[in-house]
């Protein structure tokens, strides 16, 4: 069993950065692969970035790319996300996801690949 902890959520304005941490329970940590997602109101969740249990590999929606940088410290149990250049349509409750794996090197896309989920941050970027 895995718990998920989001922080780092807030309000910022158009431009601006946050950054989100996710700290894991448990041992292990290196062998889940990690994933953020993000749901805004009215809308499905949907994938923002991925990052294999080593951290040598990462993917990230094409919404995201060039601003969104996903991370992690083994060592800490945790699992970041740099969020830069936030706009407005980036407003939405950011949940991270793990899902175990023997592949250190793969990550995983879609909300069904992962098993244990965060209780969501809010992010609120203002125009």
């Known amino acids: 069993q895995v718990q998920l902890v989001e922080s780092g959520g807030g309000l910022v304005q158009a431009g601006g950065s946050l950054r989100l941490s996710c700290a894991a329970s448990?041992?292990?940590?290196?062998?889940?692969?990690m994933g953020w997602f993000r749901q805004a109101p009215g809308k499905e969740r949907g994938f923002v970035a991925a990052?294999?249990?080593?951290?040598?590999?990462?993917s990230y929606a094409d919404s995201v790319k060039g601003r969104f940088t996903i991370s992690r410290d083994n060592a800490k149990n945790t699992v970041y996300l740099q969020m830069n250049s936030l706009q407005p349509e980036d407003t939405a409750v950011y949940y991270c996801?793990?899902?175990?794996?023997?592949?250190?090197?793969?990550?995983?896309?879609?909300?069904?690949?992962?098993?244990?989920w965060g209780q969501g941050t809010q992010v609120t970027v203002s125009s």
């Open positions: 996801a793990a899902r175990f794996t023997y592949y250190s090197g793969h990550y995983y896309l879609n909300n069904n690949d992962y098993t244990y």
């Open positions: 448990g041992r292990t940590f290196s062998r889940y692969a």
């Open positions: 990052i294999s249990g080593s951290g040598g590999t990462t």
